[in-house]
């Protein structure tokens, strides 16, 4: 049978910082990334996993990079979808025995918060009303 797993990134600097991140790339907070191993004991070291896919933004690939360091002896190779030199340059015959492949496409980025990136979400709500701010955070 067939699992999908659905994983959010580890939390980053930003949002232990109650910011709006976006496309910011931001990295994660070290205090967080303890995560990794939870994660990694709850799929990958439970199932096995055939493929991954995950937005360009580093705190994800970083994510995945760390999940696999508590796995299951198999590491995440990284093949970009969108074009340019690194899909290009990128190819690479994924049948080692020890490769995951991660798809990367910058399609699965979050939404982008245009000039709220990087502000304070309380301070958002002060300026904007709650609401309002609840509503850019959670609709489509």
């Not at 299951?72 to 074009?83: E, Q």
């Not at 490769?99 to 904007?128: C, P």
């Amino acid at each position: 049978m067939v699992k999908l797993f659905l994983l959010r990134h580890i939390k980053s600097q930003w949002n232990a910082e109650n910011r709006f991140t976006g496309w910011v790339d931001v990295p994660l907070n070290e205090s967080e990334v303890y995560d990794a191993k939870l994660l990694a004991d709850k799929t990958i070291n439970r199932h096995k996993i055939n493929k991954v896919y995950c937005s360009g933004l580093f705190r994800n690939m970083d994510t995945v990079s760390r999940i696999f360091e508590y796995g299951n002896k198999k590491y995440p190779t990284f093949c970009h979808l969108d074009g340019g030199k690194m899909q290009k340059w990128g190819k690479y015959d994924y049948s080692g025995e020890n490769d995951v492949q991660v798809f990367v496409s910058e399609k699965l980025n979050e939404r982008h918060y245009g000039k709220l990136q990087g502000i304070n979400k309380d301070i958002a709500m002060q300026e904007y009303g709650k609401d309002k701010v609840q509503l850019w955070r959670r609709s489509y």
